[in-house]
Structure formats: structure tokens, C-alpha cells
């Protein structure tokens, strides 16, 4: 299903100011990775929001995600003051944790191993 403009532009307010927030309050560091906002997914509606969250050298994304979950209503509270003249209401944000690199990093390994094996076959037809 396609996004729409409002939809893209909510989103894309939403993502710089969470990104500038996590920044402010200490969460764009934590567990020794640091945290990002990958993207932010708005419903039709505009009522909801989902957060994707990306983490790098984070030993613990699980334990991490619920460091931010219990400052959500802190991030909550300073995102609504920051976009108050530009949205009606504030959606409800739900974050989740954004594997995308994780998914890119499994290919990419199961494409060396399938050309080591091809590799592997090669040399024993040539014997």
C-alpha cells in the first residue's frame, strides 16, 4: 500500500525531531552501540506511528529497546511541545527494533558461502 504526501511529510517531521530528541536526551548512546532512527512508518489515519529503531555494536537490542520504551512518555512529552504547530495530534508511537542490517548481513553471507561452494566444486572438476 502506498504512503500518502501527508502521511511521507508527518513522517518525516517526526523522524527528525526523534532524531534530534534521542540526541538531547542521552539515547542516541546506550549499552556501548549507538541507536538511530532507521524510519517512522505513519497509519492512513495518522493516529499511529511506528518507529523503527537501528542499532549498531549494541550489545543487547532487546534491553535497549525497552531503556527507550520507559522514557517514551519523556520522548513523547518533548516531541509533542516540538511539533505542536505542525501536526493536529500527536500519534501514538510504538517503536520496534529495524533488522534490515542484520537481514543485508545474512545475505551477503549466504552468498559466500554459496560462491565458496561453487568455488569448491570448480577445483574438484578440474582434478
Given at each position: 500500500m502506498l504512503e500518502g504526501k501527508r502521511q511521507k511529510q508527518v513522517a518525516a517531521v517526526l523522524e527528525k525531531e526523534l532524531n534530534e530528541i534521542f540526541q538531547k536526551l542521552g539515547l542516541s548512546m546506550i549499552n556501548g552501540g549507538m541507536?538511530?532512527?532507521a524510519s517512522v512508518k505513519i497509519t492512513p489515519d495518522l493516529f499511529d506511528a511506528r518507529v523503527y529503531l537501528s542499532f549498531f555494536k549494541v550489545s543487547d537490542?532487546?534491553?535497549t529497546l525497552k531503556v527507550i520504551e520507559e522514557k517514551a512518555w519523556e520522548i513523547k512529552k518533548e516531541l509533542t511541545s516540538r511539533v505542536r504547530h505542525q501536526l493536529r495530534s500527536m500519534p501514538q508511537l510504538k517503536y520496534y527494533?529495524?533488522?534490515t542490517l542484520d537481514y543485508v548481513d545474512k545475505i551477503e553471507n549466504l552468498f559466500k558461502e554459496?560462491?565458496?561452494q561453487d568455488e569448491g566444486i570448480a577445483g574438484k572438476k578440474e582434478e
Open positions: 541507536v538511530s532512527i537490542p532487546v534491553d527494533i529495524d533488522d554459496i560462491k565458496q
